[in-house]
């Protein structure tokens, strides 16, 4: 075969144009497998970010606000052209091009486009929630109309819908004025804004490649060590109501600096749960955290894993109500039955991680080995037929009143045939 021959040549070429470098692909495509379970916990609402969503036309609405929004940027800092930002965008178009999982058909001018509009405002949008001097929510559609804002607030977290955090940072950098110097600290109060309950710990400014990054980050601080499982097979615990049964209590987890997905067994038979709050917004968010850990190279999935344990603790609403009574879920939905709904449906279609790197060995350790004593089996029964009311009591203590004192008399009745021998 001809060295020039056209199939070898098409080939090589293939091979050629494959990126050289995968790891800074971080903004991929919902995977067929888990969008289908719920296509629009992953579809934006009004706002399009990035490539994957452009120029559809229910998203046109905010194309006219991200134009205004770069309007008023420049007004605001007396520039009548763009010239110095789009070189910048152009300078980190390549670079920019990596983070995405799939080749982008956008040629370099509307690339650009896309990076300088869309990044403009997002970060002018930061500087509005923070309340940045000069950059005021007053008089903006966006924030005014609560609908809007609700929308635009859930889209900026979609997997689909991001753009690199670099950009934000580069736009930013060129636009800001003397008292702004802490976009990290600015995009990171803006994340915990859209999902309340997040932990206080320091993250690493580097390691953040996007706004649905640096949430997944916010959610948990990886530990100091991690627990091996007492046994390598994969099993799963009882749901709420069964654990408590079985002589466990449920607790709302206070002053951890991990917060959400940092959950523990305690000796004396507690699980401490941090507080959840659900919503409207709850399944959209932990879709696209779970996804996005899902379609990365990580061996610890802790999102995931979070799911995995809920999912196990509820069955029915009456899991819910155990947890909801101990203050871990906050049910802004009004019906239990649809939170019970949300946990079991949330880890379809999902790969559970290895036996080894599970978040939670030490929970589910502990409660496999708590409820495997038998003795605590029948204490937790004793306590709640017997001891779970003060009425519950009283009969118990009659009840062991009237066997005393049927027993003393039948000994008095016999006592006096054994004298008389």
């Not at 609405?61 to 007004?75: A, G, P, S, V």
């Not at 206080?200 to 706004?211: F, G, S, Y």
């Not at 206070?254 to 917060?259: A, D, I, K, T, W």
């Amino acid at each position: 075969m001809s060295r020039r021959d056209p199939l070898v040549v098409q080939i090589d070429k293939k091979l050629g144009d494959l990126p050289s470098n995968h790891s800074t692909c971080s903004i991929c495509k919902v995977p067929s497998r888990l969008r289908h379970v719920n296509d629009r916990a992953f579809e934006p609402e009004i706002l399009s970010i990035g490539p994957y969503h452009r120029g559809k036309d229910k998203l046109k609405m905010m194309e006219e606000h991200k134009k205004r929004y770069l309007q008023k940027l420049l007004q605001r800092r007396g520039e009548s052209s763009v010239s110095e930002y789009v070189k910048a965008m152009i300078g980190v178009e390549a670079e920019a091009r990596k983070f995405y999982d799939q080749s982008v058909s956008l040629v370099q001018d509307e690339f650009v486009e896309m990076l300088l509009l869309d990044g403009c405002f997002i970060v002018e949008l930061i500087r509005k929630y923070n309340n940045i001097p000069g950059v005021s929510g007053e008089d903006d559609p966006v924030f005014e109309v609560p609908w809007i804002l609700s929308c635009v607030e859930t889209d900026t977290m979609l997997l689909e819908n991001q753009l690199p955090f670099f950009v934000l940072l580069e736009l930013f950098t060129k636009t800001s004025g003397q008292n702004e110097n802490d976009f990290f600290g600015m995009s990171l109060r803006f994340c915990k804004q859209i999902f309340r309950g997040l932990g206080n710990h320091r993250i690493p400014e580097n390691v953040c490649k996007h706004l649905l990054d640096m949430l997944y980050h916010a959610g948990y601080q990886p530990p100091d060590s991690t627990e091996s499982p007492k046994d390598n097979d994969w099993y799963f615990i009882r749901n709420a109501k069964e654990l408590q049964e079985a002589g466990i209590k449920f607790k709302k987890r206070e002053g951890s600096r991990r917060l959400l997905f940092d959950v523990d067994f305690s000796e004396n038979g507690t699980i401490e749960i941090p507080c959840l709050k659900i919503d409207d917004r709850t399944e959209s968010l932990f879709r696209n955290l779970v996804t996005y850990e899902q379609c990365s190279q990580r061996k610890h999935l802790y999102v995931t894993d979070y799911i995995t344990l809920m999912d196990c603790l509820i069955n029915s609403q009456e899991d819910v109500q155990i947890l909801r009574h101990s203050e871990i879920i906050e049910n802004g939905l009004g019906d239990d039955g649809k939170v019970c709904f949300l946990f079991n449906n949330l880890g379809k279609n999902v790969i559970h991680s290895r036996r080894r790197h599970f978040y939670y060995n030490k929970v589910f350790d502990g409660a496999k080995e708590h409820c495997n004593r038998k003795r605590n089996v029948w204490m937790a029964k004793l306590k709640r037929d017997y001891f779970n009311s003060p009425w519950a009591l009283i009969s118990l203590l009659a009840a062991v009143a009237l066997l005393l004192f049927t027993l003393a008399q039948t000994v008095f009745t016999v006592m006096p045939y054994f004298q008389k021998d």
